[in-house]
């Protein structure tokens, strides 16, 4: 089945720096990679997500980038903000298998003012 | 619409005891999800359903966890009998069909935090 490793499991910044999260797939049938954020307490709530046809999207302050050849996909947060601080999880997903997401282990971003 | 909606928020019962956590998807989603999420192994996916139908239960850990869907507006997780090591935040998650543009991704509920003393 799937994997996906995410890394780093912790990022700490300071307020303005960017910020990047890596992950790597095994699954070349993957074609669907969602972003989520979860405060501490709350539920996991999608921000961003990319699919295998595009190599790059934008909202905000916020983007994804996906190297289909290279099996991995990154979140990138620029001018941080201590709301940011939050779990971020990566995931992937088959169209064959619609729905069941594979998620990393989780990235515990603080983001210090 | 009020999202996807679960109960209890917590709860907390003794090992041995059966304990059924209840979930109601958004209205129009076909696809419903289960998942635990603990410190140590993340976000596990336990089952899902396609129009009320399991399609996929491999992720269930043993044959003390049964999981239902009635109805399109309704789904429960039982587990029987508890362990301790079922503490976790049990989370219920539900989607559109494929190939719609407004919601290709979940949406999950609150959760429910569980714990098995």
């Known amino acids: 089945g799937e994997n996906v490793e995410q890394h780093p499991s912790t990022l700490s910044v300071q307020e303005g720096d960017s910020a990047v999260i890596k992950c790597t797939y095994s699954?070349?049938?993957?074609?669907?990679f969602p972003w989520y954020k979860q405060e501490l307490g709350k539920r996991p709530q999608l921000i961003i997500d990319i699919r295998s046809n595009v190599g790059e999207k934008k909202d905000q302050r916020i983007a994804v980038t996906l190297n289909k050849t290279a099996k991995h996909f990154s979140l990138h947060i620029t001018e941080t903000q201590p709301e940011d601080s939050a779990v971020y999880f990566c995931?992937?997903?088959?169209?064959?298998?619609?729905?069941?997401?594979?998620f990393g282990q989780g990235t515990i971003l603080t983001v210090h003012p | 619409d009020a999202g996807v909606i679960q109960s209890p928020r917590h709860e907390v019962t003794e090992m041995g005891q059966e304990v059924t956590l209840r979930c109601k998807p958004i209205?129009?989603?076909?696809?419903l999800f289960w998942y635990r999420q603990t410190m140590m192994r993340g976000l596990e996916l336990l089952i899902y359903?396609?129009?009320?139908?399991?399609?996929?239960d491999s992720g269930m850990p043993e044959d003390r966890f049964s999981a239902k869907m009635p109805n399109a507006s309704f789904s429960t997780l039982k587990i029987q009998p508890s362990e301790p090591r079922d503490s976790a935040v049990y989370f219920c998650?539900?989607?559109?069909?494929?190939?719609?543009?407004?919601?290709?991704?979940?949406?999950f509920g609150s959760g429910t935090r569980l714990t098995v003393v």
């Open positions: 209205s129009g989603h076909d696809y």
């Open positions: 998650a539900s989607s559109d069909q494929p190939g719609t543009e407004s919601n290709y991704g979940y949406t």
């Open positions: 995931a992937a997903s088959k169209g064959t298998s619609y729905g069941k997401l594979t």
């Open positions: 359903f396609n129009n009320n139908v399991p399609i996929d």
């Open positions: 699954d070349s049938a993957s074609n669907y």
